[in-house]
């Protein structure tokens, strides 16, 4: 029966049609949608699709978007809504934020998402998760999937904003990462992108040193494809969507239950 699976960050809707709801499903149909058009998704590519079965999503945008994209559902299907809440334990993950339900859904479906992909390989190891979009957080997780702790940090653009209102002369720049900037946009583009990777590979370094072992290391979001070639000692493997394979291995996990 086919699964839908949204993902609501905060600047897009993303979602998926899976043929059902089980880890490697194939998607029959997917898309994203910037959130000022959330209210025309029924009119829109939800109007010809398979009616799904379920759904389960994530959102990070608040209730009232949340509101607005069971309301486009509502208009064409009928099933009830899930949406994953962080708790203290879920499909194979252990919850170490000193309050579980505090943290983002999306960082943890991700990490579930990544937390199987380390399994379906074979023998279990520790993982960094850098998700990269409007903020950055970067995960760690020890090879018992236990959630150790991770950053928050603002996403490129926000450093940039930040910066173009508080500093006299500046704007946003449209410059090149480079290792040695010789003009204002260069040094403002490299210097963000260069303050995340720094805080990823930090990161890194913590999980290595705490576990002894090099961690696998994940990278997801809208922007992960731009910070991915600027870091360095360490391999990244870029999953565009991590959320969704999380999405995935929870909606089977409690189906099974």
């Not at 979001?221 to 394979?245: C, N, R, S, T, Y």
Request: a negative charge; proline letters at 5%.
């Amino acid at each position: 029966m086919p699964f839908l699976a949204i993902d609501i960050g905060n600047t897009r809707l993303k979602w998926s049609l899976f043929e059902s709801a089980r880890s490697g499903a194939r998607s029959l149909a997917q898309g994203a949608e910037f959130l000022e058009n959330v209210d025309k998704l029924s009119e829109g590519p939800w109007q010809s699709l398979p009616a799904p079965s379920h759904m389960l999503g994530c959102c990070v945008a608040g209730d009232a978007m949340k509101r607005r994209a069971e309301e486009q559902m509502d208009e064409l299907w009928n099933f009830s809504h899930h949406w994953v809440v962080s708790t203290a334990a879920e499909a194979g993950l252990t919850n170490g934020y000193d309050h579980p339900t505090r943290l983002g859904a999306d960082r943890w479906v991700a990490m579930i998402g990544a937390r199987h992909r380390v399994l379906a390989r074979g023998e279990p190891r520790p993982f960094v998760l850098a998700m990269i979009g409007t903020a950055v957080t970067v995960e760690a997780v020890d090879a018992s999937g236990h959630f150790m702790g991770g950053f928050i940090l603002p996403g490129h653009g926000i450093m940039l904003k930040a910066l173009e209102s508080g500093t006299a002369g500046l704007h946003v720049p449209t410059g090149e990462v480079r290792e040695f900037p010789t003009n204002t946009s260069d040094a403002l583009t490299s210097g963000g992108t260069f303050a995340i990777a720094g805080a990823i590979q930090r990161m890194v370094q913590h999980v290595r040193q705490a576990s002894g072992v090099e961690p696998v290391c994940f990278m997801t979001g809208g922007a992960g494809w731009k910070m991915a070639p600027h870091l360095f000692g360490g391999e990244f493997e870029l999953v565009e969507q991590l959320i969704f394979d999380g999405l995935l291995e929870i909606a089977q996990r409690r189906a099974a239950a």
